[in-house]
Structures are given as structure tokens and as C-alpha cells.
């Protein structure tokens, strides 16, 4: 499934939103987490690979620099630990994902 401009960029600000909400740690462990979001935000939405969008997503969120905080990749290609994600609503061949809960285990 492809992702167009405005999907990414949908999954970027969603995936963002929650990190702002729910990420343990108001003051985001130390990191500068809207200075994160600005200086990587055109890199990623420039990737056009589902697959490479997705680590470039979960490699934003892993500057966050705390275990067990990332997005994972599709259903279809698990990785282990509690983390974000992005899965797969697709409906009547209209392809949509939408980012998932992001979290952290102690």
C-alpha cells in the first residue's frame, strides 16, 4: 500500500499530537521534542516508501531516548515491545493508517 503526501503528513501530526499527550514524561525526558518534530519533519514526509516511512517515523520518536518508545511497523511486520503504530484501516480499496498509542514501559 502507497502512501500519499497528505496521508504521511496526517500520520506525522497524529503520531506527534501523541506523543504531546501521552508520552510519560511531560518535559519529554529532557529532549527538545517540537525542536525534534521541526528538524525532521520535511525528511520524513519526503519518504515515499511505506516501509522506510515507517522506521523514519520510529527513529523520530526514539530520540526521545527512553526504552520501548517507537512506532512499529504494519501488523504485518511485528516488532517487539509496547510502542506506537501505525495499522492498516483500510476500507473498499481506500488505503488509510492511522498512528496508534505511543508509550513507554518502565
Given at each position: 500500500?502507497?502512501?500519499?503526501?497528505?496521508?504521511?503528513?496526517?500520520?506525522?501530526?497524529?503520531?506527534?499530537?501523541?506523543?504531546?499527550?501521552?508520552?510519560?514524561?511531560p518535559?519529554?525526558?529532557?529532549?527538545?521534542?517540537?525542536?525534534?518534530?521541526?528538524?525532521?519533519?520535511?525528511?520524513?514526509?519526503?519518504?515515499?516508501?511505506p516501509?522506510?516511512?515507517?522506521?523514519?517515523?520510529?527513529?523520530?520518536?526514539?530520540?526521545?531516548?527512553?526504552?520501548?518508545?517507537?512506532?512499529?511497523?504494519?501488523i504485518?511486520?511485528?516488532?517487539?515491545?509496547?510502542?506506537?503504530?501505525?495499522?492498516?484501516?483500510?476500507?473498499?480499496?481506500?488505503?488509510?493508517?492511522?498512528?496508534?498509542?505511543?508509550?513507554?514501559?518502565?
Amino acid at each position: 500500500m502507497q502512501l500519499s503526501r497528505d496521508d504521511r503528513e496526517k500520520i506525522f501530526a497524529k503520531t506527534c499530537r501523541v506523543v504531546e499527550k501521552q508520552y510519560f514524561d511531560p518535559q519529554f525526558n529532557g529532549r527538545d521534542w517540537p525542536g525534534l518534530v521541526n528538524q525532521h519533519k520535511q525528511a520524513i514526509l519526503e519518504v515515499n516508501e511505506p516501509a522506510e516511512f515507517e522506521r523514519a517515523m520510529h527513529e523520530l520518536v526514539r530520540k526521545l531516548g527512553t526504552s520501548h518508545t517507537g512506532v512499529l511497523p504494519s501488523i504485518s511486520e511485528p516488532r517487539s515491545g509496547p510502542a506506537g503504530g501505525l495499522r492498516d484501516v483500510s476500507q473498499n480499496r481506500d488505503p488509510g493508517r492511522i498512528a496508534m498509542d505511543v508509550s513507554r514501559c518502565a
